[in-house]
Nanobody, 124 residues
């Protein structure tokens, strides 16, 4: 499985961005799709995840109410809509997968198929 995150950029605080993640291969039905981020000098952290078949969503407390994860069955693509961005949201954002059979977790080490990330920079 290959994942490609895109949609990052440079914005000012309070603005919005939408990230996309499109895998190669038909994998969605069996996986959780997660978004993670890693800021310079910090560990990679969980941002949001979605169960493809049910649409159940999970969020980190730091982004709840500002970020929305969604999926498009037709594409198929997973999106991360990021509103009211803050400087502390600056990071490289990655998408990754975890098999549903293993149960949900927020730990980056429990996800796989990491692709190239996309840089998000928020200036104050």
């Amino acid at each position: 499985v290959q994942l490609q995150a895109s949609g990052g950029g440079w914005v000012q605080a309070g603005e919005s961005l939408r990230l996309s993640c499109a895998p190669s291969g038909d994998i969605f039905s069996k996986y959780y799709m997660g978004w993670f981020r890693q800021a310079p000098g910090k560990e990679r952290e969980f941002v949001a995840a979605i169960t493809w078949t049910t649409g159940s969503t999970y969020y980190a407390d730091s982004v709840k109410g500002r970020f929305t994860i969604s999926r498009d069955n037709a594409e198929p693509t997973v999106y991360l809509q990021m509103n009211s961005l803050k400087p502390e949201d600056t990071a490289v954002y990655y998408c990754a997968t975890r098999k549903r059979a293993y149960g949900f977790t927020r730990q980056p080490q429990d996800f796989g198929s990491w692709g190239r990330g996309t840089q998000v920079t928020v200036s104050s």
